[in-house]
């Protein structure tokens, strides 16, 4: 029900912006709070950034913060992290997911905690 895209291949310094639309979530996307997580080869899969059910509550990785934001459309079902100042240790293969949350719940760092996952989306940063 998860899909990420918009991953690819970069030159350090510059921009991507991924996408997590929902699909046949029958109206239940504004009910999740939407994380991102990123797991580079060898390594464990890390918490990126997460956001609220109404956006205001954000989080973020220290390793991110300043150069990455998080943000959704919960009328068009679409979770988006903006990465801006792009780093080859950036270099990650990507996931959104969603987390069944109530209302004023803040949006949880912990990837056990997410309920649903996209198939993940690869970022490429060369130097």
């Known amino acids: 029900q998860l899909q990420a895209s918009g991953g690819g291949l970069v030159q350090a310094g510059n921009s991507l912006k991924l996408s997590c639309t929902v699909s046949r979530d029958g109206g239940m996307f504004s009910r999740y709070a939407t994380g991102w997580f990123r797991q580079a080869p060898g390594l464990e899969r890390e918490f990126v950034a997460a956001?609220?059910?109404?956006?205001?509550?954000?989080y973020y990785a220290d390793a991110v913060k300043g150069r990455f934001t998080i943000s959704r459309d919960n009328a068009k079902k679409t979770a988006y992290l903006q990465m801006d100042s792009l780093k080859p240790e950036d270099t990650a293969v990507y996931y959104c997911?969603?987390?069944?949350?109530?209302?004023?719940?803040?949006?949880?760092?912990?990837?056990?905690?997410?309920?649903?996952w996209g198939q993940g989306t690869q970022v490429t940063v060369s130097s």
């Open positions: 997911a969603a987390d069944h949350v109530i209302l004023s719940a803040d949006p949880s760092r912990l990837a056990t905690d997410y309920d649903y």
């Open positions: 956001i609220g059910r109404r956006s205001g509550s954000t």
